[in-house]
Structures are given as C-alpha cells and as structure tokens.
C-alpha cells in the first residue's frame, strides 16, 4: 500500500517547455486534489476533482490543465511553463471531499524549477 | 476571496512547555476545521480535525474550536524539540483551504 505517489520527484524546465506531473493513489479514494506550495504563500489549491469524471477549479488554476484519468490517476499538465510556475506541488486524495471531512493523504510532491 | 489567517512566527517554546497555535477564518458557513503538521521539505500530515465547538484532545495534541469568534487554535503539551515544524490549519470550503503556516520551534 505506497498512498499516494507523484512522478517525478524533480524536474528543471526551460520557459515554454510542456509537461505533465502523474499523481496515482491505492486508497480507492474519490476525491484528488493538486496544489502548489510557494515559500511565505502555504498551500494554494490548484484543481481538484471530487469523483472519477469530474474536476473543478482551485483558487490559483490559470497555466494549469488536469485529467482525471480514472479513479486512481489525477495528472496535472503544465503546456508553457513559466518561471512564476516554480514551486513545489503537492497530490492529494481523500475518501470523500476533504471539505466533508475526510482526511486528505498527501503524496510527497514534486520540486519543479523554471528557467 | 475566503481568508485563513495564522501567525507566521516563529514561535518559540522551550522544551515541556505548551505551545498554542492560532487560526482565524472569514467563512462562517464553514464545518471542518483541520490541523496539519509539515517537516521541512516533507509533505503534510494530518494532526488532528474538530468539527464541534470545545476541545477535541488526542495524546498531546488538543484541538479548540470557537465558531462564534471564528477561530481555531491547536495546543501542544509537553512539547519536544521533534515537534518542531510548521502547523498549518486549513478549513472546509468546500476543498480545504489552507493557512500560511505557523512555524514552531522547540528548544532543548
């Protein structure tokens, strides 16, 4: 049982590059989130989806797209990168809504820097 | 835009002492109140969550809510140099919403 797991750990761009950040969980939850973690700023959330089929917009979803491919895979795609799109992001999944009070389970992020 | 606001510290506490961490929120309609402990260059972990107004304690850790004046703070007793990290309360709306974080540091 790994939780929740983001691919890759790490990764450079060049400004204008594309590329898509994997989130995959084994919980069989419903609900994924993806937010992005900025020094001084906390969490911001980006998008999320609250069942397989769906997904709805965050507080910062500009430069962003996401799939929700199926129940256990929620990737999020960046098509120009942009240096303001540095920062850390964070994958997250919970039972039910995390607003409904179902714990939220974080993966533990991806470091993306760009140049 | 719906605030969660805490104080970005640092706070200081020495070992054994209580440490009290605080959160204010700008939504009345919000349920779900979270508490979430983050290690420095570690993802989130949950600590605790209180859904009621009064005190919610587990081990250490007591949760304390007041939906009339619209805060939410978490105390930690006996605390140890391990409980050093931030704390970021987050709340319901309806994805959570979280707090900047508040940075604790225990010293020996």
């Known amino acids: 049982n790994a939780g929740v797991t983001q691919t890759p750990k790490f990764q450079v761009l060049k400004t204008g590059q594309s590329m898509t950040l994997q989130c995959a969980q084994d919980m069989n939850h419903n609900s994924m989130y993806w937010y992005r973690q900025d020094p001084g700023m906390g969490l911001r959330l980006i998008y999320y989806?609250?069942?397989?089929?769906?997904?709805d917009k965050g507080e910062v979803p500009n430069g962003y797209n996401v799939s929700r491919l199926n129940k256990r895979e929620f990737s999020l795609r960046l098509e120009s990168a942009a240096p303001s799109q540095t920062s850390v992001y964070f994958c997250?999944?919970?039972?039910?809504?995390?607003?409904?009070?179902?714990?939220?389970?974080f993966g533990p992020g991806t470091r993306l820097t760009v140049l | 835009q719906k605030e969660v606001e805490q104080n970005s510290g640092p706070l200081s506490v020495p070992e054994g002492a209580i440490a009290s961490l605080n959160c204010t929120y700008s939504?009345?309609?919000?349920?779900?109140f979270f508490w979430y402990r983050q290690y420095s260059g570690k993802s989130p972990e949950l600590i605790m969550f209180i859904y009621s107004n009064g005190d919610k304690e587990d081990g250490r850790f007591t949760a304390q809510l007041n939906k009339a004046s619209q805060y939410v703070s978490l105390l930690i007793r006996d605390s140890q140099p391990s409980d050093s990290a931030t704390y970021l309360c987050a709340v319901n709306l309806p994805a959570l919403n979280f707090g900047k974080g508040t940075s604790l540091l225990v010293t020996p």
């Open positions: 939504d009345r309609g919000s349920q779900s």
């Open positions: 997250a999944s919970s039972e039910g809504l995390a607003g409904s009070g179902d714990t939220q389970y």
């Open positions: 989806s609250a069942s397989e089929g769906t997904t």
